[in-house]
């Protein structure tokens, strides 16, 4: 479950496009943040993706990509070209595919491979049709889906969504959101040549005028209990009340959002209806990262010399409503992301943080005051991103994003030694079978598991 949004250029307060991505993974899922550099391959050469093997291309662009870390594809990222991508499972009618790519192997590859979102467009769908989608995408559980996709650049947007072997696109105008639903009805701009067809012959629709791709398509039963509509609803309706005035910060706001029932007792309910989504019980999804870009485009009255370069703010960690939003740029050196061969560095880093989340839960660390804190330095972070110019040198950059990683450090270690001076008999908030449930993930990831 994830969610995933934009706002062009033509409705953000500065001017540039703004992409946005909660991802929502299994809750032991550990979500990686790898930066892999630009590289050239051999005639004939292939690469591993999760399940298959596939030619691979003379050259692939750098990326950086944030991956479950079981497996090689990624849910979100970004390319040295300002391309940008998120993707959304979503439940149709079409059977579930036998091993080959999967959603996340799709996007990885476009990253690694485009200079735009129509190029990376092009090739989601020419992968698609050569080596199919399909393979389980659950890490503790058995758990197969298609895909859909938000698809961006420095000026333009593409929404991607498919069913099996079928798709279909529409450009985006201005602002978009998709979550764990199909969106696309009759007005798609591109689509499998076979996608009407495909319906008529199954019985969906009774002829050209009653088609609507996502009534067509959609699994009705898994899509509802997903709660897709309603997150898909929140992100939204608020990218629409914000028109002309929409913010890293807006963005941020939608990423930590949560329901009524989740804010009537915090920390003690799972909440699948919420962006920021919390596990527990039946739910068995929660946010594990989140992930921002702000792409340079020349802004209303500037010129291509007067553009800061791309900025990207990432959590590196789950419960955005917890965690602190870093900037990142690519850049040397730098001090957030890891390279292919730091896995184990990759997988500490996540689960450092995702101490103080397991901690909230046990109610050992007061929320509200962790988050003041957090609040506070995150606004230094971006009153000092909001004030660099364009030629702002990469050693400067990498100093406010090394300050960020020490602010985390330094709040991180503050109440975990408050909890060691301060030890309490901690006690699950909540109804007993989210408190069990809670006990078992919490065992289970103390064991690597």
């Known amino acids: 479950m994830c969610d995933t949004m934009i706002a062009l250029g033509n409705v953000t307060q500065s001017g540039r496009t703004i992409f946005a991505k909660n991802s929502d993974r299994a809750p032991n899922e550990r979500l990686l943040l790898e930066r892999i550099p630009r590289k050239s391959f051999a005639h004939g050469s292939m690469v591993k993706c999760t399940y298959i093997t596939i030619p691979q291309v003379p050259v692939t662009y750098e990326v950086l990509i944030l991956r479950p870390h079981w497996i090689w594809g990624a849910e979100m990222g970004c390319n040295e070209y300002g391309v940008v991508i998120g993707n959304e499972a979503v439940f149709t009618k079409e059977k579930a595919g036998e091993n080959a790519l999967i959603g996340m192997d799709l996007l990885r590859l476009a990253l690694e491979r485009s200079r735009n979102a129509e190029e990376a467009l092009n090739c989601v769908i020419g992968l698609l049709a050569c080596h199919g989608q399909g393979g389980n995408c659950g890490y503790d559980k058995n758990f197969r889906y ?10 333009s947007a593409w929404v991607l969504e498919t069913a099996g072997q079928y798709w279909a696109a529409k450009r985006v105008q201005d602002v978009y959101a998709i979550s764990n639903r199909l969106t696309i009805g009759r007005d798609y701009d591109r689509s499998h040549p ?25 699994n009705r039963l898994v899509t509802t209990f997903s709660g897709a509509a309603k997150r ?28 009524a029932k989740f804010e009537e007792k915090p920390y003690q309910t799972a909440s699948v209806s919420s962006v920021c989504m919390h596990a527990g019980s039946l739910i068995g999804d929660q946010t594990t990262g989140s992930f921002i870009a702000e792409l340079a485009f020349p802004a209303r009255g500037e010129t291509e010399a007067e553009v800061a370069r791309d900025t990207y703010w990432i959590t590196g960690s789950s419960a955005p409503c917890l965690s602190l939003f870093k900037p990142w740029w690519m850049i040397e050196p730098d001090y957030l ?113």
């Open 146 to 155: 298609d895909n859909s996709y938000l698809i961006a650049d420095r000026s």
């Open 194 to 218: 076979d996608l009407l067809h495909h319906a008529l012959d199954k019985g969906w629709c009774r002829s050209e005028e009653d088609f609507n791709f996502a009534r067509c398509y959609t």
């Open 232 to 259: 898909e609803h929140c992100s939204y309706t608020r990218l629409e009340e914000s028109k002309g005035s929409i913010t890293v910060e807006v963005m941020m706001d939608i990423l930590r959002s949560h329901t």
């Open 337 to 449: 992301s890891f390279s292919e061969d730091e896995t184990a560095e990759a997988v500490a880093y996540w689960e450092q943080q995702e101490k103080i989340y397991r901690s909230v839960l046990k109610q050992l660390i007061d929320w509200k005051e962790y988050q003041s804190e957090r609040d506070q330095i995150e606004e230094a972070l971006l009153s000092a991103v909001r004030a660099l110019a364009a030629n702002t040198p990469d050693g400067m950059l990498a100093e406010i994003q090394a300050r960020a990683l020490e602010a985390e450090t330094e709040l991180r270690n503050k109440v975990r030694e408050e909890v060691r001076e301060n030890p309490l008999e901690y006690d699950y908030k909540g109804k007993p079978y989210f408190r069990r449930y809670w006990e078992k993930k919490n065992r289970k990831l103390e064991q690597g598991v």
